[in-house]
């Protein structure tokens, strides 16, 4: 019973790097999302995906690409690494995007820090 | 801008008092969760609320959705040493067809044996 699956779980990038933290689900969820939590500011959207072939912005999105070609993997892809990316990554999913009714489930979350 | 401010921000209590924290907002929100998250895993999903005013027990958990739908509480009978974790508030909000989840800042809470 994997539910959402993140790797890697620990990270150091040099600034200027790429790199892609990979997510996987196995509950055929349509929708995923990728939030970034840091210290005193809570969980934040980065991207979202209410399918596969369909992406959209969250509410930080500049400095991270995602694609979403199948229905279980929504990888997050920084594109040249800052140090104000330095953070702890969560993949979600939800059976629709819809919070009512819905449970919506996390990974154990990427740690990612850049120098 | 902060869309939910959570508070405390911190509390830390002796096993077996009680304790609320409060989820507030200026913004109507269609529903509400609640999130546990302990230390190097995720959050966890602990309730819903939906209508305004509605109140919804979890064992030793109380959780209140405010009657204009702006501000929720969660109430802790006889805190445990296992309620020990960051608690989340989350609101939902529909905008142009699509909901979007926005999380509070969280409360830290200490539960001491």
């Known amino acids: 019973n994997a539910g959402v699956t993140q790797t890697p779980k620990f990270q150091v990038l040099k600034t200027g790097q790429s790199m892609t933290l990979q997510c996987a689900q196995d509950?055929?969820?349509?929708?995923m999302s990728w939030y970034r939590q840091d210290p005193g500011m809570g969980l934040r959207l980065i991207h979202y995906?209410?399918?596969?072939?369909?992406?959209d912005q969250g509410e930080v999105p500049n400095g991270y690409n995602v694609s979403r070609s199948t229905t279980e993997d929504f990888p997050l892809r920084l594109l040249s690494a800052a140090p104000s990316q330095t953070s702890v990554y969560f993949c979600a999913s939800s059976r629709t995007y819809m919070s009512s009714g819905n449970t919506i489930y996390f990974g154990e979350g990427s740690w990612l820090t850049v120098v | 801008t902060q869309l939910l401010e959570q508070s405390p921000q911190f509390l830390s209590i002796q096993e077996g008092e009680n304790l609320t924290v409060y989820c507030n907002s200026s913004?109507?929100?269609?529903?509400l969760q609640w999130y546990r998250q302990e230390p190097g895993e995720g959050p966890v999903l602990l309730v819903t609320v939906v209508t305004g005013g509605e109140v919804k027990k979890l064992k030793r958990l109380t959780f209140q959705f405010g009657d204009a739908r702006k501000d929720s509480s969660l109430h802790i009978t006889a805190a445990q040493p296992g309620d020990t974790g960051l608690y989340l508030c989350?609101?939902?909000?529909?905008?142009?067809?699509?909901?979007?989840?926005?999380f509070g800042t969280g409360t830290r809470l200490t539960i001491i044996p």
């Open positions: 509950m055929n969820h349509e929708y």
């Open positions: 995906s209410v399918g596969a072939g369909i992406t």
């Open positions: 989350a609101g939902a909000m529909n905008s142009f067809g699509n909901e979007k989840l926005t």
């Open positions: 913004s109507v929100f269609s529903s």
